[in-house]
C-alpha cells in the first residue's frame, strides 16, 4: 500500500512539473482559469442574446454551475487521453515506467489526479465569478465533498479506460479523449436538461455516471436540481445509482487495464514510435 | 515564381494525400464537433431560443473547424516540424518559407473544407436547419476572403509560435474558448456591445461570421454588427496587414535564428 501512495505522489508531482513547469505559477493558474472563463463567457451571451438579461434565474444557474464543474471532467478527459501518447512517443519513457517496480496503475492514478486538482482551480474562480451574476447558491458542504471525491473516483476511472485503450492505438489519443469528453457534456444534463434531448439518448444518459454526478453537483451547489426529469430521484437514490454506475466504470477501467496492459506486452507496442 | 508554386504544391500535396489515406481520421473530425454543436443547439432549444439560432451554432461549427485548422495546423505547425525534425528541411530548401506555409495552407483549407461540408451537412440535416442564402455571389466571396485572413493570421503567428517553447502549445489552447466567445461563434456579436464587438474584429472569425449570418439568415438581421460590404473590406485589409506582418515576422525569425543559433532547439 505504501508503495502505490509513494507512486501516486511521485506521478502527481510529475504531472505538475510536465504541465505547468513552462513559466511561473501565476502565469500558469491564469492560463488555468482562462479557458473555462472563456467557455463561460460563451454560454452567458447565449443565454444573453435569447433572453435579454443575465440576471439570475434557474435556468441561467444550471447552466453555469453544470458548466463550471464540467471543466473538471472535461480536461481531465481530454488530457488523459494525451497521456499515454506522450509518454510513449513524445518523451519515450513509457518503457521504462512499465519495467520500473512500481504500478503503472497507480502511476496512472497519480497523473489524473493532479489534473482533477488543477481543474478544481478554475472551478473555484467561476463559482466565485458567479457571485456577480447572482447565482443563488444554496451550497451542501457534505454531500458537495462526497460529490467531488466520488467524482474523482468516477473520472480517474473513466480516465484509466481511456488510457488503456490508447497503449495499443497508434493515434487518436487526442480524439479519444475529446470524444468522452464530448459525450459526457452532450448525453448528462451539463448544460440544459435531459427531457431536451430526443427520448433515446435521454434513455442513454441514465447509464452515465457523469448524469448523476451533475444532478448531485447541482443539489449540492444550488440546493436544489432543477432538470425536470432528473429532480423525480430522491436525493439518496441519485447517490445509490451514482455509487452504482461508478462502481461500473470501475470495474470496466481494471478489466480495460489487465487485458489491454497484457495485449500492448504480447504486441510490443510499448516502444511504439508513430513520430505523432 | 515557378520555385514559389512548386513549393506550394510540394507542401499542400501530404495535407491532401493525408486526409484521404487516413479515412479514420475523418470520422474524428467530423463526430468530435458535432457533440459540442449539438449541445449548444440544444441549449438554444431548451432556453425557446428562434430557430435560426440553431443554425448560428451550426455556422459557428463550420467556421470553427477553420479556426482550428490554423491554430493546430498552420499557427504552431513550424514549432511541430522542429519537434519532428523536418523544420531544418524546410529552411535548406530553395524555396522561400512562405511557398511553404502557403502550401500548408491551401492543403488545410482542403482538408478542412470536407469537415466543414460534412459539419453543414448533418447539421442542417439533424437539426432541421433552415438557411435561405440571400447574396451567394457575396457570401462566397466573404467566406473565402475571410479564410485568406484566418490563414494569414496563423502564418503571422507560425513564426511567433516558433520562437517560443511549449508556450506555443498553450497559447493555441488559450486561442480556443476565449476566442469562440470574442468572435461570436454561436451567438452574435452585437450582444457584447458595440466597442468589444469593434475591439474583437481584429480576429477575421469575427467580422466573416457577422457578414455570413445575415447573408444566411436573413431574420438576424437587427443583430448585425455592420454592413457586409464593409466587414468585406474590413476583412481584405486585415488579410494584406497580416500577410505583411507574417513576411516581416519571418524575417525576423530567421534573423534570431541566425543570431541566437536556437531556432532549431528542440525542448524536449
Known sequence: MREHIRTIKTAMWLDYQITANWTRPITFFTYNIAKPVGASLL????????????????????????????????????????????????????????????????????????????????????????????????????LLIFTTLFGWIFMVSAGLLLNTITLLTARYGGSIGEAFAGLFYLLSGVIFPLSVLPEYLTKFALFLPSTYWFSLVRRSVLGVETDPFLSQLSLNLCI????????????????????MDYLARRKGVLEMITTY | ????????????????????????WMFWEIFLPLLSISAYVFVYRALHAPPEFEGFVILGGIMTAYWLNVLWGMASQFYWEKETGNLQHYIMAPAPLESILAGMALGGMFNTTTRAVSILLLGTWLFHVHMVITDPLLLALIFLICLAAMYAMG?????????????????????EEPIYFLSGQNFPIKALGSYVALAASIIPLTLG???????????????????PY???????????VYLILARIFLKKMELLGKTKGTILTRWL
Request: charged share 10%; with cysteine; aromatic share 16%.
Open chain 1, 43 to 142: 454560454l452567458l451571451a447565449m443565454y444573453y442574446v435569447v433572453t435579454g438579461r443575465i440576471m439570475g434565474t434557474m435556468a441561467l444557474s444550471f447552466i453555469y454551475v453544470g458548466n463550471a464543474f464540467y471543466m473538471i471532467l472535461g480536461q481531465v478527459m481530454m488530457d488523459l487521453g494525451w497521456l499515454v501518447h506522450e509518454d510513449r512517443e513524445h518523451y519515450q519513457t513509457l518503457k521504462y515506467i512499465m519495467i520500473s517496480p512500481s504500478s503503472y496503475y497507480s502511476y496512472l492514478m497519480g497523473r489524473a489526479a493532479t489534473r482533477f486538482l488543477l481543474s478544481v482551480f478554475p472551478v473555484i474562480f467561476l463559482l466565485l465569478l458567479g457571485l456577480l451574476i447572482p447565482i443563488p447558491y444554496r451550497f451542501n458542504y457534505p
Open chain 1, 240 to 259: 445509490g445509482l451514482f455509487f452504482l454506475t461508478t462502481l461500473c466504470f470501475l470495474v470496466l477501467s481494471l478489466a480495460f487495464y489487465f487485458s
Open chain 2, 1 to 24: 515564381m515557378m520555385s514559389f508554386l512548386r513549393a506550394v504544391k510540394g507542401r499542400a500535396y501530404p495535407r491532401v494525400i493525408g486526409a484521404l489515406r487516413e479515412p479514420s
Open chain 2, 155 to 175: 502564418m503571422m503567428f507560425s513564426s511567433l509560435f516558433l520562437l517560443w517553447g511549449r508556450e506555443a502549445w498553450v497559447l493555441n489552447s488559450l486561442f
Open chain 2, 209 to 227: 461570421l457577422d457578414a455570413m449570418r445575415q447573408l444566411i439568415f436573413p431574420s438576424s438581421l437587427p443583430y448585425a454588427l455592420m454592413n
Open chain 2, 230 to 240: 464593409i466587414e468585406l473590406l474590413i476583412l481584405s485589409l486585415l488579410t494584406i
